[in-house]
């Protein structure tokens, strides 16, 4: 049957040269498999290289279409899982910042566009305090590929909120090496007011992470005993979670703070 297709499609086709006479696709495979080549005629290898060569075409074509739409319909779930991904850091607490940022990091440059107007907004001398906090997370989501955007974060962090602290000195680990100098002469500078020292020290222990690097001095500790342990009370489950790093080293000299306090009352 392949054989006889193959001679009817070969008259047909050299008798009007017309497009619609050359063997179909599946025609054209079923001529192909279940004829030997070595016996048609130069006639029908004509004809089954003219239809090989269109349904090449007419496959590659159709291949390149559906290409494209899949790299479109890609490119508009991507602008969609961003813009969601947008909207959803505008409103994070700051503790579910962690794994919306690695999400974030899946993005890439993408999101940047997206995440440029809430930093420009909160960089206008005008911006209140509701806005610049909101920029919080748009500014750690494309830190790792701005550093423009340390100094507000470091600012953040030493004059914001206090639950803003752990996410900023998180995502700041990866620049530890240039930051921990600064916050430390932050630190130990008396010139400077005792709540931003005291960020500081917050600050540079997120820096350490699990790896103890940081030198302190009984000076250091001592301060940022006394800071504690002046703190207020709403504020301490936060900060002893924040100073557990340092918890061994900070607990002698706190029971040295609260006996000095018991004995004066």
């Known amino acids: 049957r392949a054989e006889l297709k193959l001679e009817e499609r070969t008259l047909q086709y050299t008798s009007r040269r017309e497009q619609r006479y050359l063997p179909g696709l599946f025609e054209w495979l079923e001529i192909f498999w279940l004829t030997r080549r070595q016996h048609w005629s130069s006639s029908e290898r004509q004809v089954m290289r003219t239809a090989g060569r269109l349904h090449l075409l007419r496959t590659a074509a159709i291949a390149a279409v559906l290409i494209v739409c899949g ?33 974030a990091d899946e993005q890439g440059p993408a999101l940047d566009s997206l995440l440029r107007p809430i930093i420009r907004e909160a960089d206008k001398p005008d911006s209140d305090a509701a806005t610049k906090l909101a920029a919080v997370p748009a500014r750690l989501a494309v830190v790792i590929r701005d550093e423009s955007q340390l100094l507000p974060l470091q600012e953040a962090m030493l004059s914001g909120e206090l639950t803003y602290v752990e996410p900023i000195r998180t995502r700041l680990r990866r620049y530890a090496t240039r930051l921990r100098p600064q916050w430390l002469e932050l630190l130990r500078n008396p010139a400077e007011s005792a709540g931003r020292r005291f960020r500081a020290a917050l600050g540079v222990m997120g820096l350490d992470g699990d790896q103890a690097v940081t030198e302190w001095t009984d000076a250091d500790i001592r301060f940022v005993a006394t800071e504690l342990s002046t703190s207020f009370a709403e504020y301490q489950p936060q900060l002893r979670e924040l100073l557990r790093p340092i918890s061994g080293q900070l607990v002698p000299v706190l029971d040295e703070l609260f006996d000095a306090e018991t004995s004066t009352t």
């Not at 959803?88 to 794994?99: I, S």
């Open 71 to 103: 790299l479109v319909l890609r490119s508009v779930l991507n602008n969609r899982a961003a813009e969601a991904l947008v909207t959803t850091l505008r409103e994070a607490k700051p503790d579910g910042l962690t794994v919306l940022l690695q999400q």
